[in-house]
């Protein structure tokens, strides 16, 4: 048995009248040039991609699967379909697919601190089933041993069920914290009861209503002496000291030399190794911290541990600055020059909230670390920092998680508060890439119900917001630092609004302000010729297709938050866990040729065996990854014999638009204006064709300017060809479009 799928694509490039309507919209917005150039336009078949149990294809690369959460469906078997196996994705995905279809996919992601709750086989596996995409393991508890365990029944669930599970690791940090409570899971403070904060070392068992504190400076008199810059931070009899951000209060009453004597003013649970800070006269005394090293040498330790564990992300505590963040990546790339280790910095000091665009930046990811953040910040500034923290990592195209007491209440109780349910739809609606479980995975009595919580909450929320329509008005400033990257940026953009918006809205908002929107929109006609079940108005397509080795355009596509979701075809199974972190994408690995075309042939088929995928759905694919295409040198040869320009592009993929000329300085521009490989058969050829190449160059040699762009007018027996000039000027951005002649 096979069946087609239709594709977002031209399938024929004569249009018929069905659709003029919509051509004479397309007609309004294109100034017309037409060209007396005769040209018969090349015929090719319409795309069909079949896909049958006798398909052959390559290499399997995923072992079974894992069994499926409740009340999704169970995938088929590793025996059903042996040719499914050759590509690589998740039970839950893959249920969850099928279950809901495209659109319904959750797409924020969930990170789990595993701790003693969650620490086994089982219980990893289950939260794996329950949607958890990335586990956390947090080096201020536990033993690095305790960590490696956690970390290699990861890695065997990753293998054995086809998991994509990343590891995250978060360093201690330069905090002042209590020490473990000697042995006991937790304490309650009483009001008005006093406790003794001490520096000294007590061994296995602690006294009655003790606490060890990590910090040596923290009382001693001597150590005024030798660091007279600590003096200013000292506790002082009447400073308020917080733990956990003031989740336990207390009022500094007595010095005794190590021991600070201190009476409990506002009652609460103290939980191990709680980080400690203190107030004076309303305000933070912040010396402490500030001076000490953003990195401590506990850390570098645990640092070293995570490169040689191969962890996938390393959140760093207390960053105040980007120098640590860039650092610590020179120390990584030094200590393993393959290393794929994302540096996330957690934002939860004022210093990190000061510095914080340059931070981000300097980072591969944020966390809003809301327990610290709010032990350093007024409570009530926490959700306005939240919300900035979010916007300027979606800005600057990095993936961000909000943490810490989401479901605070689910450490001991099975159903969250309102209020709780109202912070993580708040984290959603946001458009946060990741949400965070820290207690409640890591030592509640109902981990997996928290997750389940996360879960639905997150998916009612995305789905509200799509059937309410809420596109946001969030710009997102150009952030590509080359030609190359500000193309790739183009794509995605346009890629996500053809995945969002109606067909109508489409066209009311576009700009000929880049080469992709006019190459799509010839897309978009020659798809409606085409296929006239597919009304006009509805372009929201079901699906986007990044096929990416680096994984740097599937970023690019999260970050314009489209309605459909992202499928990211990854070659590398480190590629696949990052992107694990990143909204709304759904990884999948699979090997790669150098042909595109191939490649998604062979996703196409490999989807649909495995029901991922089905006739009539309609996707749009982009890709980084260069193109060899047939020929194509004596087409690049042509190029610069017509034009005598310097040669500068590398012929990347599909839906190249040959270019030439010089910019008003007299450099020379690129040829390969478009890496966007819009799933085309038809577009492929037409663009490689050498009348239409020609006809293309010309007008860039007779006015020997711009790059100009080719769009077809429709409609006409005869092919007329409209020419707009694109600039782009010296400093590789892209000005405004003119018409070329
Ligand atoms: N590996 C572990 N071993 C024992 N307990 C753990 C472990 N990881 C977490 N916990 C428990 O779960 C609680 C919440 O975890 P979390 O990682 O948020 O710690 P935290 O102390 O608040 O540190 P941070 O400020 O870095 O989040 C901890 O206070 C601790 O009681
Ligand atoms: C997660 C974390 O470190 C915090 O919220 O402080």
């Not at 409570?379 to 605070?408: H, M, T, Y």
Request: charged residues 25%; neutral net charge; hydrophobic residues 40%.
């Amino acid at each position: 048995m096979s069946q087609s799928i239709h594709l977002l694509t031209p399938s024929n490039l004569a249009i018929s009248k069905h659709h003029s309507s919509f051509l004479s919209t397309f007609n309004r917005r294109l100034p017309v040039i037409t060209t007396t150039t005769k040209t018969t336009a090349p015929s090719f078949p319409k795309l069909s991609i079949r896909a049958s149990s006798s398909d052959r294809e390559p290499s399997v690369l995923v072992t079974d699967n894992g069994k499926s959460s409740s009340g999704l469906q169970s995938p088929p078997s590793h025996s059903d379909h042996a040719l499914s196996s050759s590509i690589e994705v998740d039970a839950v995905t893959e249920a969850e697919l099928r279950e809901n279809g495209f659109r319904s996919t959750r797409r924020t992601k969930l990170v789990c601190t595993i701790g003693p709750a969650t620490s086994g086989f089982d219980q990893l596996e289950s939260l794996a089933v329950g949607g958890m995409n990335v586990a956390r393991i947090n080096m201020c508890h536990g033993t690095r041993e305790w960590h490696r365990e956690v970390i290699q029944r990861v890695r065997r669930l990753n293998e054995d069920k086809g998991y994509a599970v990343a590891i995250m690791m978060d360093t201690e940090g330069s905090e002042i914290h209590m020490g473990d409570l000697g042995g006991a899971s937790s304490a309650k403070a009483e009001d008005g009861e006093v406790w003794t904060f001490s520096v000294r070392a007590f061994g296995s068992t602690l006294p009655e209503h003790t606490i060890n504190v990590n910090y040596e400076g923290f009382a001693e008199l001597k150590w005024r002496k030798l660091m007279d810059d600590m003096m200013l931070a000292d506790v002082k009899v009447g400073d308020e000291l917080l733990v956990d951000g003031g989740m336990v209060r207390f009022e500094v009453i007595e010095k005794l030399g190590p021991d600070v004597k201190c009476k409990c003013t506002d009652p609460g649970l103290l939980l191990p190794r709680a980080n400690l800070t203190f107030w004076r006269d309303g305000s933070l005394v912040r010396e402490r911290n500030a001076m000490l090293p953003t990195i401590s040498s506990k850390d570098w330790l645990d640092i070293d541990f995570g490169i040689a564990e191969g962890v996938d992300f390393i959140a760093v505590s207390f960053v105040k600055s980007a120098e640590v963040i860039n650092h610590l990546k020179s120390y990584i790339a030094a200590r393993s020059r393959d290393s794929d280790i994302a540096v996330i910095a957690k934002i939860e000091s004022i210093d990190s909230l000061k510095n914080l665009e340059e931070i981000i930046r300097a980072s591969d990811g944020a966390m809003v670390a809301r327990g610290d953040l709010g032990a350093q910040i007024p409570l009530e500034q926490v959700p306005a920092a939240q919300q900035k923290i979010v916007q300027v990592c979606r800005q600057l195209n990095k993936p961000v998680i909000v943490a810490s007491q989401l479901l605070e209440s689910m450490i001991e109780y099975p159903t969250p508060t309102r209020a709780e349910v109202a912070d993580v739809s708040e984290a959603v609606r946001q458009r946060a890439d990741a949400l965070m479980l820290s207690g409640e995975s890591a030592m509640g009595q109902f981990p997996e119900k928290s997750l389940a919580v996360l879960r639905s909450v997150s998916l009612r929320i995305e789905r509200w917001w799509r059937e309410e329509k809420r596109h946001e008005a969030m710009e997102l400033p150009a952030i590509g630092s080359s030609f190359s990257d500000s193309i790739s940026e183009q794509i995605c953009i346009c890629a996500a609004k053809m995945g969002k918006y109606s067909l109508n809205t489409f066209l009311s908002e576009l700009r000929f302000s880049s080469y992709l929107f006019s190459l799509l929109l010839l897309h978009m006609e020659q798809y409606l010729d085409v296929n006239c079940d597919f009304a006009a108005n509805n372009l929201e397509v079901d699906a986007l297709f990044v096929y990416t080795k680096t994984g740097h355009m599937a970023s690019l596509l999260s970050r314009c938050r489209p309605d459909c979701p992202i499928f990211a075809f990854t070659n590398t199974t480190s590629v696949r866990r990052r992107l694990n972190l990143q909204w709304g994408l759904i990884p999948f690995r699979v090997s790669f040729s150098d042909d595109m075309e191939s490649n998604l042939n062979k996703t196409l088929s490999l989807l649909k065996a495995r029901n991922l995928i089905k006739s009539g759905d309609l996707v749009i694919a982009v890709s980084d990854i260069l193109q060899c295409i047939q020929g194509v040198g004596e087409r690049r040869t042509l190029v610069r014999r017509v034009t005598r320009e310097r040669f500068l592009g590398t012929g990347a993929g599909l839906g190249v638009v040959w270019g030439s000329g010089t910019t008003t300085s007299g450099s020379p521009v690129p040829e390969d204006l478009l890496r966007c490989w819009c799933v085309s058969k038809t577009w492929y050829a037409f663009i490689h064709y050498r009348r239409i190449i020609k006809a293309h160059l010309q007008p860039s040699i007779e006015t020997n300017s711009f790059v100009t762009l080719l769009i077809q007018e429709s409609g006409c027996t005869k092919i007329n060809f409209e020419y707009f000039s694109l600039p782009f000027q010296d400093d590789d951005t892209v000005g405004p479009q003119s018409r070329a002649n």
